[in-house]
């Protein structure tokens, strides 16, 4: 029988809640997915999962299995080769069984949100045979242990830096090439940044280090600037601070980690007598900033509470402060108040403002921000050719814009009184 969303008879069919003994090959384990099946099993339900973390597995449910689980649960970890196999195999009361094969990984995402595909298996003969595949491969991985977990970790940041990227390259490539997208269908008559300030963030242009190429971003750089001019005396009255020699972006490839020049931003954070209070144990680059940003499809503006190794002070406090439920409960009224259009990004994955029903789904949510190693941003997103961006709009949309985040802004920022 042919099955979409594994979660459907895992939960209708009541496998979970009957189950004595569960058999998992998985490649990939998150928290949520590992929680899904956990709740739903009875207290002295065994479970054995085998996988081989070649995709991107949660260091904290290794950690969580290790500490808590290890009476009812094991983990083993297939070093011999790429383990990408994911096998549901459930043993019932009445000495029946049940098991699954299929794309799906034990993730949330894999178990009844992404598209995926498992085949249902109840012949007894091939449930057997498929435990006896699983077997296989449970007794020759490794098992799991502290010093397998803390080295995942110390490693772990990097790989989802790098699926992070994969992603938001994918992204864009499908935002270009459908969904009706075409550059040729816009009217850049009236607009204030052309076809082409766009397009020198394009992949074919954005490793470039030509003559011809760095006059295109110097063109760019001037239109910020120009920006700059008309919008200072706003960002002003909101005590803000635009540093003269990083309001805008250098257009110096040389200054990117990847060598790649795919946007560039105007940027305002603490005013000059805020800095001075933290002169001696922060920059800067430790602040939020409120940015407006260009890239290859659209122009943001963002309240960027980080990207990594950035907005350390700020944000360190933030993730203090959620812990208070008042200040939860503010921060989330005030996110989901800035409406349709506005999403929040937190280590790589991005939503909806409005797609968080309470304050306690959001903060679950922020708990993922590691400064270290992820983006953290709130913001709004334009495409070309919209009237909010044209000649005669444009200054006034980034001055509305700031005046709804600085709300947020002032919220998570952290005061150190002098």
């Known amino acids: 029988m042919i099955i979409k969303k594994l979660a459907v008879p895992l939960i209708n069919d009541k496998i979970l809640q009957q189950a004595e003994h569960g058999y998992i090959a998985t490649a990939a384990i998150t928290d949520a997915g590992f929680d899904f099946i956990r709740s739903r099993l009875p207290g002295k339900t065994k479970l054995d999962i085998v996988t081989g973390l070649d995709g991107l597995t949660s260091p904290g449910v290794l950690k969580r299995i290790w500490r808590h689980y290890q009476d009812r649960f094991t983990l083993r970890i297939y070093t011999r080769n790429i383990f990408h196999a994911n096998v549901y195999i459930f043993e019932l009361p009445y000495r029946k069984s049940v098991g699954f094969t299929g794309s799906g990984a034990l993730t949330l995402e894999g178990l009844k949100d992404h598209e995926e595909i498992f085949n249902k298996v109840t012949d007894i003969k091939e449930v057997e045979a498929l435990l006896s595949w699983y ?3 449970y007794e020759f991985a490794e098992p799991l242990t502290e010093e397998m977990i803390a080295e995942y970790e110390l490693i772990y940041p990097y790989m989802k830096q790098r699926e992070i990227i994969s992603r938001e390259e994918k992204k864009q490539f499908v935002a270009l090439t459908t969904r009706g997208f075409q550059w040729d269908g816009i009217k850049f008559k009236n607009q204030y940044f052309k076809k082409e300030d766009y397009l020198v963030f394009g992949n074919a242009k954005n490793t470039l280090n030509n003559e011809a190429i760095q006059a295109e971003r110097a063109a760019v ?9 008309s919008v200072q005396k706003h960002v002003t009255r909101l005590k803000l601070r635009a540093d003269g020699n990083t309001v805008v972006s ?9 060598h790649k020049l795919d946007s560039m931003a105007l940027s305002y954070g603490r005013s000059e007598a805020d800095l001075k209070k933290y002169a001696d144990t922060a920059t800067s680059d430790d602040f939020m900033t409120m940015q407006v940003v260009i890239q290859q499809k659209d122009i943001g503006v963002w309240l960027t509470v980080g990207k990594p190794r950035t907005g350390k ?3 360190e406090y933030f993730r203090l402060k959620m812990h208070d439920e008042n200040y939860r409960k503010t921060f989330f009224s005030s996110l989901v108040g800035l409406g349709a259009g506005y999403w929040i990004e937190v280590a790589g994955e991005q939503k909806v403002v409005e797609s968080f029903s309470q304050d306690e789904v959001l903060w679950e949510y922020t708990k993922a921000d590691d400064w270290m190693y992820y983006r953290f941003i709130i913001g709004r997103n334009f495409q070309p050719g919209e009237a909010a961006v044209s000649n005669d709009a444009i200054v006034q949309t980034i001055e509305q814009e700031f005046d709804k985040l600085i709300v947020l802004y002032n919220h998570m920022k952290h005061v150190r009184e002098q």
Do not use: A, F, P, V
């Open 135 to 137: 077997t296989s491969y």
């Open 221 to 229: 750089q001037t239109k910020l600037l120009q920006l700059h001019e």
């Open 250 to 258: 250098s257009i110096d490839i040389g200054n990117r980690q990847d």
């Open 313 to 315: 002070q700020d944000r």
